[in-house]
Nanobody
Framework: QVQLVESGGGSVQAGGSLRLSCAASGDTYSNYCMGWFRQAPGKEREGVASIDSNGITTYADSVKGRFTISKDNAKNTLYLQMNSLKPEDTAMYYC?????????????????WGQGTQVTVSS
């Protein structure tokens, strides 16, 4: 079973950038759908981006053009490059591992989750 640990969160001003990392151990995540999700207080967890075993990506409309999901299979690490950050991006960000067969930004399809890393964007 894969274990996931996020890092790279922090506090930045609007317009700034952060790169989140998700280190995997216990399994090779290249065979899985991988995703980034976020959850703000009082709101439902939402899918931000996904990447499948072939490198095909999807993005939420709210982050498309600003965020980039990528992975380094040799390092077994998932990344989320976050540019032009907005206050509404403030949330706890989670990486997750999902199906080996289908890949989409649906919370219920992901069974393994990291503990999260906080991103706070001030105006």
């Amino acid at each position: 079973q894969v274990q996931l640990v996020e890092s790279g969160g922090g506090s930045v001003q609007a317009g700034g950038s952060l790169r989140l990392s998700c280190a995997a151990s216990g399994d090779t995540y290249s065979n899985y759908c991988m995703g980034w999700f976020r959850q703000a207080p009082g709101k439902e967890r939402e899918g931000v981006a996904s990447i499948d075993s072939n490198g095909i990506t999807t993005y939420a409309d709210s982050v498309k053009g600003r965020f980039t999901i990528s992975k380094d299979n040799a390092k077994n690490t998932l990344y989320l490059q976050m540019n032009s950050l907005k206050p509404e991006d403030t949330a706890m960000y989670y990486c997750a591992a999902g199906s080996r067969f289908v890949c989409s930004r649906v919370v219920g399809l992901f069974g393994v989750w990291g503990q999260g890393t906080q991103v706070t964007v001030s105006s």
